[in-house]
């Protein structure tokens, strides 16, 4: 690789250059005539002279009583000078529900109930930019109406390992889809007044010593895979606030890492917005002031001790920061405030928080989001008019995911189990059966507390209760149908925590295979956020369905697609391995690494390893089926031959060949057969989800702007695109292309 880059850089000269300046210019090209895209709001500057005035009549005393928490989710106020707090509230799921001003223990208030959203993986698996910003302006509205000025959303890191604790909550493993669903979100977030806070900046993709570990990733690798939507998030929707990341990365803390802070964000990328820290991620308070970070928040220590406390006071005082350091990071967050209305607010946005208009919400997103794996035995959708009985097994049936684990969970009136969604839309007069099958229990060692549930070893207890086999097989004998509701839930998929394996916990593996041996009418259906270890199951049982932690009419949505009122259209957001050494950072042994990690698989993340590498994935990237079909046809370009900056446009026919209507997800990838240097097997590029009657077609149009296929040039610290032939291509998943054409970049 290193010759290759070697020889790339002499090559350089020929090639065509689309540098940071040029990318406003295509992008303008690209506007002229691509499809509507989700644009942010700048930060306004309208209110610069008042903030000098402002800044001028502060005590130090003051100025550093903005730059950190005063209480767990705040700023201090100024009220002589009318500046309020700045409040802030997880997260990612939906509003978090009022914690104590100087404790994590919730504030116990009875107006705080909120609309519990599907979590990240459930988003993603859309496959829908409307959902995304549907989403972010949802939830946004909860936000403003709580008070918040910063909603601590969206969680954006990639999915390097299926272990990873936090896959729940992060969106994907493809930097393009990820950065469609974060721009769109982001939008909608923020025309409610609110900031989002964009996290966890950067390269934090891993629980494991996530205070500590030295993150090791190549320029371009970090370009190409980890930035693209943090990017997109500054330069396209115009992010109010970022989140500094735990971990170090090259050596330094996310929170005074200057070459991520000052050079990238701000100098490259032009962030205007704060950086907040993550919640006790400072280490230094010179360091941090210096490199970039805005506002220090955390945990419970006395708020005076925070070291943008009286510790910056002491070291503005004795001249070893200087004030004017100080005041930029203040004026950023009164600009930030001003551009929020939080100051002067009039005219701010009012919300609304707990309504049926959100939880509807909440349903749309969850419906698109199902992924359904299989269907050999076309049991599925479940036809009810001869059935009297079905078999509901399973602990999941009636788990409740809204709260749970280490992380941001939300306080709701409303959420729809499996079990309830089933009853709420099957008919009465069939009967359910229901049975718990498995118990979530762990150890009582005194190291399984929650947040530590993997990382010092299995601490799951995996036998099965002989008395609830027993039920859960009797239950399934005398049902004409079988449903089982299996997978994880959120104290096991947790912050703070990467999973060891990727077993099915509780013995629900044997569980599963019993009951498949007595009915063979049976459905499995996983509730998780992550990849599992479904190989042998995914063979045995002829139907399968992938929820998510899934919102809270997550149940209901799920009932729909079981019952066929919806059909499904989720597409898996990132690769399920056949087992886990197949997956990049397993098969370079590189995950979690100790003090330090090194991203050795580089760029072949995700299916780009899997596709490169012929490792043939258990369900691949972009999968999912339907109850009906769709055929693609005469994909053609306007052109052969593009210019580096010109819209490559795209068309060909979808058509729904089956009996029902449906949504498919028609997806772009590109691949470069004559590179220089390497390059991952095929990448996605574009993805548009269309809906169909049965029988209809529709031509499709997609714009891909030919700087899509720039690789990142580590010598020239530039985007690149090749000339010569690349292929384009158009399918149903990573996995299943059906048709390509080749164009030529001049
Ligand atoms: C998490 C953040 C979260 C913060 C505040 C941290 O532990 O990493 O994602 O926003 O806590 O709850």
């Not at 009318?82 to 107006?111: C, F, H, K, Q, Y």
Request: some cysteine.
């Amino acid at each position: 690789m290193n010759i290759k880059h070697i020889y790339t850089s002499m090559i350089a000269a020929t090639l065509l250059v689309v540098s940071c300046k040029d990318t406003k210019q295509s992008e303008k090209t690209a506007n002229n005539t691509m499809v509507a895209e989700y644009k942010g709001k700048p930060i306004t500057k309208e209110f610069d002279a008042k903030i000098d005035s402002l800044v001028a009549q502060m005590t130090l005393e003051e100025k550093t009583g903005m730059l950190h928490g005063n209480s767990m989710f705040a700023t201090k106020a100024i009220e002589r000078l009318g500046i309020p707090e700045l409040t802030m509230a997880d997260g990612p799921l939906g509003v978090r529900e009022e914690i104590s001003r100087d404790s994590w223990t919730a504030a116990g208030w009875d107006n705080d109930f909120a609309t519990y959203y599907p979590a990240g993986g459930g988003l993603a698996a859309t496959w829908n930019t409307e959902l995304a910003y549907l989403f972010g302006r949802s939830v946004g509205e909860e936000a403003i109406a709580r008070d918040k000025d910063v909603l601590l959303s969206p969680a954006i890191n990639i999915i390097r390992s299926p272990l990873g604790g936090r896959t729940y909550e992060y969106f994907t493993e493809d930097p393009f889809l990820n950065k469609k669903i974060t721009v769109p979100f982001i939008v909608g977030v923020q025309e409610n007044d609110v900031a989002v806070c964009v996290k966890h900046y950067a390269a934090n993709n891993q629980e494991t010593n996530r205070d500590f570990v030295d993150v090791q990733i190549d320029e371009r690798t970090l370009r190409e895979i980890y930035l693209p939507a943090f990017e997109a998030a500054v330069k396209e929707a115009h992010a109010y606030s970022f989140m500094g990341a735990y971990n170090k990365f090259r050596g330094e803390y996310l929170c005074e890492n200057g070459y991520m802070l000052n050079d990238v964000l701000r100098d490259e990328w032009g962030f205007e917005g704060i950086v907040i820290s993550d919640w006790a991620a400072v280490h230094d308070t010179k360091k941090s002031i210096e490199n970039g970070l805005d506002v220090e928040m955390g945990t419970p220590k006395p708020f005076n001790e925070f070291f943008y406390a009286d510790s910056l006071i002491e070291k503005v005082k004795s001249g070893e920061i200087a004030e004017s350091d100080v005041d930029t990071h203040v004026k950023r967050i009164l600009r930030m405030m001003f551009t929020l209305k939080s100051i002067d607010d009039k005219g701010r946005a009012k919300g609304s928080i707990n309504t049926e208009a959100h939880f509807e919400d909440a349903y749309k997103i969850a419906a698109e989001s199902v992924v359904l794996l299989k269907n050999d035995k076309n049991l599925l959708p479940l036809k009810t008019d001869n059935i009297k009985s079905i078999a509901v097994i399973g602990h999941n049936a009636m788990k409740k995911n809204a709260l749970g684990g280490f992380g941001a969970g939300v306080k709701t009136k409303r959420e729809v189990t499996p079990l309830e969604g089933l009853q709420n839309r099957l008919p009465k007069s069939i009967k359910i059966n229901y049975a718990e099958g498995y118990l979530e229990r762990y150890s009582n060692d005194e190291k399984a507390k929650l947040g530590d549930i993997t990382l010092n070893g299995p601490v799951t207890i995996n036998t099965l209760e002989p008395k609830l086999l027993e039920e859960a097989l009797n239950a399934a004998k005398n049902s004409d149908v079988a449903i089982i509701f299996a997978g994880s839930n959120r104290d096991y998929e947790t912050e703070a925590s990467d999973r060891a394996s990727l077993d099915l916990p509780f013995g629900q593996e044997e569980l599963i295979k019993k009951v498949l041996e007595v009915n063979p009418n049976t459905i499995v259906v996983f509730i998780a956020g992550a990849p599992f270890d479904i190989l042998d199951i995914s063979q045995k049982s002829s139907s399968l369905i992938w929820s998510w932690f899934n919102g809270s009419e997550g149940g209901n949505a799920l009932a729909d697609v079981i019952l066929g009122n919806v059909n499904p259209s989720g597409k898996l957001p990132w690769t399920m391995p056949k087992k886990l050494e197949d997956s990049p950072a397993h098969a370079t042994n590189s995950f979690p690494g100790d003090e330090s990690v090194v991203y050795t698989e580089g760029i072949l993340v995700g299916y780009r390893w899997f596709d490169t590498k012929n490792v043939e994935p258990l369900y691949p990237f972009g999968y999912g089926m339907s109850y009906t079909t769709f055929e693609f046809s005469d994909l053609k370009t306007d052109k052969e031959t593009y210019n580096a900056d010109a819209i490559i446009e795209v068309t060909f026919n979808i058509k729904n060949t089956g009996k029902v209507a449906g949504k498919e997800v028609a997806q772009l990838y590109i691949s470069d057969p004559e590179s220089y240097v390497e390059k991952a097997a095929q990448e996605l590029k574009g993805f548009e989800k269309v809906f169909l009657k049965s029988g209809s077609s529709k031509t499709v149009t997609m714009q891909l702007p030919a700087k899509e296929l720039a690789y990142y040039n580590e010598v020239k610290k530039q985007w690149l695109v090749e000339p010569g032939t690349y292929k384009i291509k158009i399918g149903n998943s990573s996995r299943n292309i059906k048709s390509e054409v080749s164009i030529n970049i001049k």
